[in-house]
């Protein structure tokens, strides 16, 4: 790159996320402000065409369904204690099918915890939120590249399968301030959510073959649309456990898999010879990255796979770590939570993890787990 073409800038994650997100078609930011996500809502004031501060989280959700339902592509920004308030309204907005965004921002838990103290422990928290077990697309934010392209994957994503999508990340991937050149980030085009034209009656909860079903805001005035959270038919009138609403139901999850190939965005940095793989994801990454570059000087041969799309979890993430016998997880909580998404709670042999609360990991721990037992 020439040096004049270069445009480096002191920057904090959420000012790119912000940004990122606006660009790719979210037009509307609903919150209330709860650290370590301050600075989005802080940014969200400046940056989206229309931002409301809502009295609770509860409210923050329930509005942001409303924009949904008239056509609108709404954000809001979290973390774990607002997020448990949301719970029941995600679940409400994920049956409905509208697309929003929900950025969470881990801090240590449990309950209130520390919120000056970041941390990776909410992966399980959003991996039950639906009742039934019924997957939120995840995403998680591994660098400054990734605050402006998994953002916008995320935006695009949720209105493509027209559904909620979390954006997980940490206090120190948004509040952070780094040296950071832009001059490379791609162009982010707008994505707009697929409207009925056909002729004839509108059903709304009708698909095709992408099992997604045209959408209409209920402020047009051509056809009655139907908005219904409790288990329904294609026209959107509750059926209990008739067959045609089951099958409906059963579509909510059908739709994510189908799609699942097109939203798994990973990094694998593969070296031909290893036989040891780091799996990481979020702020951990980049411990994760130092810890291999210090382990190739050494002549130790090691494999890294960083995790973009969490949930529902790709089956290449499992094809990939067979191939090793042997894997580190490594991620910010004490349990484990992406080891034991991965490979269950009986593990696989050769697998282990670096755990941790209330500091980051440190390439050394890395260092040191993956060569123990050489």
Known sequence: MHESKKNPAFIDGSRLITEALVRAGADTFVGYPITPAN??????????????AAPDEITT????SGFAVAGHIPVTATSYPGYALMVESIGMAAMMELPMVIVL????????????????????????????????????????HDCWEISAKAVHTAIQLRTPVVLLTSKEMVMTLQSFDWSNLPEIQPKKVKQFTAGGTYLP???????????????QNKHQVRITASTHDTKGILQNVLPEAIENTKRLEHKMRKHLDEYTFYEFDQQDGSDSLIISYDISSQASREAVAQLRAQGKKVSLLVAKTLLPIPQVYVDIAN??????VVEENLTGQLRHLLFGAAG???????????????PTEIVEEVMRYE
């Open 348 to 362: 696989r042999k050769g697998v282990s993890g670096v755990n941790g609360i209330a500091k980051m990991i440190s």
């Open 61 to 64: 959700l329930q509005w942001m």
């Open 39 to 52: 600075l989005l809502y802080l940014y969200a004031t400046k940056r989206f065409p229309t931002m409301l």
């Open 205 to 219: 909860y009708k698909a095709d073959e992408s099992l997604v079903p045209d959408f209409l805001p209920v402020s």
């Open 323 to 328: 191939r090793y016998n042997k894997v580190v």
């Open 105 to 144: 921002v881990q801090r240590l838990g449990p309950a209130t915890g520390t919120a000056t103290c970041g941390a990776q422990g909410d992966l399980n928290v959003v991996y039950g939120t639906m009742s039934g077990g019924y997957p939120i697309p995840t995403f998680s934010i591994s660098n400054y």
